[in-house]
């Protein structure tokens, strides 16, 4: 047999080792409980991970519906407060022309100051001014007052349409408006703005 012969002769197959059943490694006892108390740990974590997002998106919700809850709420008591301020501005302004009247029945003498201060306003140089007052109030101011130095001279007349304690001023050039609602409605106005006319 030749070199060649030889090299083409099989060569013996080595079979590899198998290991077979037996040889696997069964868990122990201890083995098995540290198992299960891995895979209890892990369910219990992944549990407690969507048991705290559902709370949290639980949590999130209710507390959304009682925010709109709240807003609900809150409406009816701005519109209450708007309501309330309107009907509290009104009382206020009945309370002060009843208190106005009441002083001018009381002490009709107020109207003198009413007029020397309405004639003040006058220019020096007007002419043919006349003082409208309440038939009462005519009374009482000719008997008082009189046209001051430096003063324009001026004429009463009664007119009934004019409230007691004011006056209306007239001249060829000016007109003042001192009766009791055109005062009333300056101080309203003054306190309150010009949102009440």
């Not at 048991?51 to 809850?69: H, I, K, N, P, Q």
């Amino acid at each position: 047999m030749s070199d060649d012969a030889t090299a083409k002769k099989p060569a013996a197959w080595d079979v590899p080792t198998i290991e077979g059943p037996g040889s696997a490694t069964l868990p122990t006892a201890g083995g098995l409980e540290e198992l299960q108390k891995q895979a209890y740990d892990e369910a219990w974590q992944k549990g407690h991970a969507e048991g705290l997002t559902a709370g949290e998106a639980a949590v999130s919700e209710r507390a959304d519906r009682f925010d709109e809850l709240l807003l609900a709420l809150s409406e009816p008591f701005d519109r209450l407060d708007d309501s309330v301020e309107k009907q509290l501005v009104e009382l206020s302004i009945a309370i002060v022309k009843q208190l106005f009247r009441r002083e001018i029945k009381i002490d009709p003498s107020h109207v003198i100051g009413v007029v020397r201060e309405a004639i003040q306003l006058l220019p020096i140089a007007s002419r043919n001014v006349q003082v409208q007052l309440h038939p009462d109030d005519a009374a009482l101011v000719r008997d008082t007052l009189s046209p001051a130095e430096g003063e324009p001279a001026w004429t009463i007349v009664e007119d009934p349409l004019v409230a007691q304690g004011g006056c209306r001023i007239t001249t060829e050039n000016s007109h003042i408006d001192a009766t009791t609602e055109a005062r009333l409605q300056a101080v309203i106005n003054a306190t309150l703005g010009d949102e009440r006319r």
